[in-house]
């Protein structure tokens, strides 16, 4: 089945820096790659996501690059706020047989700007 | 739309007792997922759904688990008997298919 590494598992910036999560993904066959923010105590929440059709994709301060080559995918945060603060996790979908539709996730990194 | 609705919200409960989580996905969406999240072991997959019909239970930890689909609208996430080591905060998703998951608020369940 599908492996996902997440680095680093903790993060700490300057707001206004930027900050970079990095995610490595095992199978070639997986498809689609969302990430997922949770502040303490709440549900993850989709913040954007990049099909292996795409290269890059941009959402105001959030970008999303994909090498499938390399099996990896980062996620870009510019002019970092303190409302950014919380864990974020990566995830890659099964694309296809009986996994169909299952996400495996990263382990998740603990996110902290400072202002 | 009220996105996915879990109940309760919270349940305390002594070891062995049985536990039941309830889940209503989003109208319309045909697959449904159940998680749990532990600081140990992250985001897990338990049990998937779709259509209905579960697809993929191998995340499932052992029998003391059971999930159901009865209908389109409402999932349930069965423990008998709980354990202390079944703490947790379940999630419950769900989705379009290739369309992104989404999440309820989750049961934050401790078992005394």
């Known amino acids: 089945g599908e492996n996902v590494e997440q680095h680093p598992s903790t993060l700490s910036v300057q707001e206004g820096d930027s900050a970079v999560i990095k995610c490595t993904y095992s199978d070639s066959a997986s498809n689609y790659f969302p990430w997922y923010k949770q502040e303490l105590g709440k549900r993850p929440q989709l913040i954007i996501d990049?099909?292996?059709?795409?290269g890059e994709k941009k959402d105001q301060r959030i970008a999303v690059t994909l090498n499938k080559t390399a099996k990896h995918f980062s996620l870009h945060i510019t002019e970092t706020q303190p409302e950014d603060s919380a864990v974020y996790f990566c995830?890659?979908?099964?694309?296809?047989?009986?996994?169909?539709?299952?996400?495996?996730f990263g382990q998740g990194t603990i996110l902290t700007v400072h202002p | 739309d009220a996105g996915v609705i879990q109940s309760p919200r919270h349940e305390v409960t002594e070891m062995g007792q049985e536990v039941t989580l309830r889940c209503k996905p989003i109208s319309g969406h045909d697959y449904l997922f159940w998680y749990r999240q532990t600081m140990m072991r992250g985001l897990e997959l338990l049990i998937y759904?779709?259509?209905?019909?579960?697809?993929?239970d191998s995340g499932m930890p052992e029998d003391r688990f059971s999930a159901k689909m009865p209908n389109a609208s409402f999932s349930t996430l069965k423990i008998q008997p709980s354990e202390p080591r079944d703490s947790a905060v379940y999630f419950c998703?769900?989705?379009?298919?290739?369309?992104?998951?989404?999440f309820g608020d989750g049961t934050r369940l401790s078992i005394l």
């Open positions: 998703a769900s989705s379009v298919r290739n369309q992104p998951q989404h």
């Open positions: 990049i099909r292996s059709n795409v």
């Open positions: 759904f779709n259509n209905n019909v579960p697809i993929d």
């Open positions: 995830a890659a979908k099964d694309a296809g047989g009986t996994s169909y539709g299952k996400l495996t």
